[in-house]
């Protein structure tokens, strides 16, 4: 058996989370759709179709792994859960994509990690048994150290051992998933108290294995400890226009939107996108393994980020963030995380 056969009866066919599908946007077929997908993968159970299909190899590849399909969904259908488990079975051995393979034997590797500390000089302190822990994240503390820096400054009281792996989430989404709950359980041991992470799609891979009240994303603490930053964050002589992206995760996975929007209007004149819930094309390894494709649900994000007239444009997901920032190369508009804009208006005092 390849798919928990729960999980995939549960799609009644009716179709609702079609128009909430960017890859099923880009193409209009059925196959790239969440319900096209789920047809594909009741095929594959029952031999209907074999695993080196054409179909499904490209179908499992080409869907970004958004969740935006399960919010929208009136038959509450685990489509997260579903595609793990069809990569679990498509994703084995040679047929894993190479870059996939080469990222995930690197972050398994703890000893490298925290070299990436010493390099690039993130945020750390000893383990003191103090009731919060920062989640430094693989990508995050070698591609944006200042991330987890200004997360120190809004909330000095955090504590950041170095000596943390990274949470599995990457093996989870490139059909490794028991390598990525077994990470997720030893990153719980390795941090005391509640796990703080400012990245979503971490948050969720890691609540989903260590239970929603042991995980916190940055923005839901903050908001939950009330730490408002007590400035704001001021361009030309006058209050920053900030935009935000969800995280896919954060949002499809954990339900958390409000949080992070409350936090940037504290500080600045919020201005919500259109498509700010919708994915930026990003999606973990996705930017790499599927450029192409990943410029393309990008694309019309951009437009609206430059039509908005806003000054910054705030993320909550490394993979976001650097996404956005590689779009917005040579504009006037500049991408950040969320804890960087907090920290630039003031000390909240967590
Ligand atoms: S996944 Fe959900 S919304 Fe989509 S077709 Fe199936 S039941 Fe309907
Ligand atoms: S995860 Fe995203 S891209 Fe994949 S089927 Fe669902 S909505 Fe479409």
Redesign the pocket.
Known sequence: MIFDDDLLERCISCGF?LP?????ALTGEETS??RG?ITLMRALETGRLEPDDETLVEQSSF???????EPVCPAGVQ??NL?EQWRDHQWQGRNRPVVARLLMTVVARRWLLRLQGIVRRHARTRDSGRPFSLMLGCVERGLYPKVSRAVRRLAPGIQVPSAQGCCGALHAHNGESAQGAEMARQLGKQLSGTIVTTAGGCAAHLSAHLGRDRVKELSEWLVELNAWPDGEVRVDGRRARVALQDSCHLRNGMGVTRQPRELIKAVADYVELPSAGG?CGAAGTYALLRSADSRKVLAPKLAEIEAAGVDYVVAVNPGCLRQLQQGLRGSRVKALHLAELLAQAGNPGA
Do not use: D, F
């Open positions: 989370c909430a599908c960017p890859t099923y759709s969440p997908r869907c970004l792994g958004c969740r935006a399909c489509y997260g595609l994915c």
